[in-house]
């Protein structure tokens, strides 16, 4: 499973980048938001960090708009993934940019049928957020199971993209069931190097050699 840091924040995507394991980001205008600068300015400080793909959101609600900043954004750089929410207007946009060539990520999915429209306007990527559907009572991990379900019975190239991750049970759930990117807080990416035996296995590995090869003054 790919894995990719659902954030804008340069210091955490210098950092996650620095540990060779991130191959891509996903922003929304929330998190672009946060950062302060304006979109294009963000997304290509992202795009100098991370190489992989970046998604950016437009933020039109009509297709014809959404199709202009949906082809602006992809200028910006080669690895840049327009995102266009899962509406009408949205799937329409999508299905526009997809005959011209331009990669999309159908965001704001909740539903199976939702994920089938996407696949059929030749998304590139649909984004189902597992934790927003967990806020309200209903099992955010059994949509991506249905929908990879449903790709594959039908052999969809839409990538599923497991989002709305929020601690590392959901990131092992979405590379259980097949889901082809994670993407994820930097706190949750943090998370996922914790054990407390590898910390303690490590604490007695350098005493253990100490005692022998620094104690005794000893080299190895
Ligand atoms: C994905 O692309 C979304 O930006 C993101 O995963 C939403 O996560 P949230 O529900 O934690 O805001």
Known sequence: MKIFLDT???DELRKGASWGIVDGVTTNPSLIAKEGRP???QVRMICDIVDGDISAEVVATDAKTMIVEGLALAKIHKNIV????LTRDGIQATAALAKEGIRVNVTLC???TQA???AKAGAYII?????????ISTNGMDLIRSICTIYKNYGYK???LAASLRHPIHVQESALAGAHIGTMPFKVLD???NHPLTDKGLDQFLKDWAKVFQESGATR
């Open 116 to 118: 089938l429209l996407a």
């Open 191 to 193: 998370q996922l190097f």
């Open 110 to 112: 909740f539903t199976a």
């Open 8 to 10: 804008a924040n340069l």
């Open 82 to 85: 327009v995102k266009a929410p």
């Open 158 to 160: 839409t990538q599923v």
């Open 39 to 41: 979109l294009e300015e």
């Open 127 to 135: 984004s189902p957020f597992v934790g927003r559907l967990d806020d």
